[in-house]
């Protein structure tokens, strides 16, 4: 039988919304909260858009490319953007409806495209994050001109510029290393839950989350609370493990993430929970130095049938 909880936490990631699912654990309340796939919208196609738009993507953003140049805005040019618009920049933001999830990125070709940019979208819904590219002196000029136009100060504040983090970064490869870390730091700021611990990893595996909410038989769920040392995954990171032994998404691999599943098949059908430490030390790799050294704090869940 389908899960309820797991299926309703499926449908609103698949509508665009976040999701949360949260567990007493031996008196201690926890969140693990679902975000969907975030939408970074690079407005501009040039040489560091085009490397930007590489990294980006690795890393699970859905991106969208706005240039109003055929030869900077075309599919061959950005094979792994899922979308992508040749149209001038204020037209194509209305078009594009940003919405508060969405991280923004201003990367035109000079001081007048940005500055449309900027107008358009301090008209409409502030994303979640919005950077622009340019020098400070450069980037000073055009918030002041925004100011007196009269924009909110409080939204122009909240503006990344120069854009990314401060690392030296001089070729347009360097400059999107540094908006990409920028993005990651950003993304992983875990807000205040009041009443909750939050768990820190809240990307959405949709094949763990789909198994768990199916009615594909015993389904178990396996998930971090915590971590102490190297482990290659920290908490909120979670797997289906099935009657099998087969498992859906990771808990970092290796002994430990088999020992996890080992008791997690023991508990199917039983409609039990259960709590263990998992020792990554143990590994038979850790001489090879192929290993960490941590240890992780496991939550495991009957789900059900």
Request: hydrophobic share 45%; glycine share 10%.
């Amino acid at each position: 039988m389908a899960n309820r909880e797991f299926s309703e936490i499926l449908r609103r990631l698949e509508r665009g919304e976040s999701a949360e699912l949260a567990r007493n654990i031996e008196g201690i309340p926890y969140l693990r909260r679902f975000v969907p796939r975030e939408r970074l919208i690079l407005l501009g196609g040039g040489h560091v858009a085009l490397a930007l738009a590489r990294v980006a993507a690795t890393l699970d953003f859905a991106v969208t490319v706005v240039d109003d140049r055929a030869a900077f805005a075309n599919r061959e040019r950005f094979p792994m953007a899922e979308r992508v618009v040749c149209d001038a920049f204020a037209p194509a933001i209305e078009q594009l409806d940003v919405r508060a999830g969405d991280y923004v990125c201003i990367l035109t070709r000079g001081h007048r495209w940005d500055g449309e940019c900027l107008r358009a979208l301090l008209q409409g819904t502030e994303p979640t994050y919005l950077g622009m590219i340019g020098s400070k002196r450069r980037v000073a000029g055009l918030f002041a001109a925004l100011r007196d136009e009269g924009f909110d100060e409080t939204r122009i504040a909240r503006i990344h510029a120069p854009v990314g983090l401060m690392i030296g970064a001089v070729t347009p490869e360097e400059i999107a290393v540094a908006i990409a870390a920028q993005l990651i730091e950003h993304r992983r700021a875990v807000p205040k839950i009041e009443d909750f611990s939050a768990l820190a990893q809240t990307n959405t595996d949709m094949e763990a989350l789909g198994f768990l909410a199916s009615g594909e038989g015993k389904r178990a769920l396996c998930l971090v609370l915590d971590t102490r040392g190297s482990t290659p995954v920290k908490s909120g990171a979670l797997m289906a493990v099935d009657a099998l032994g087969r498992g859906y998404g990771t808990i970092g691999g290796g002994c430990g993430e088999a020992q996890a599943m080992a008791r997690a098949r023991a508990l199917l059908g039983t409609g039990k929970t259960a709590v263990m430490e998992v020792d990554m030390t143990d590994d038979a790799a850790a001489d090879d130095g192929l290993t960490c050294g941590g240890t992780m704090t496991v939550y495991i869940e009957d789900v059900g049938e």
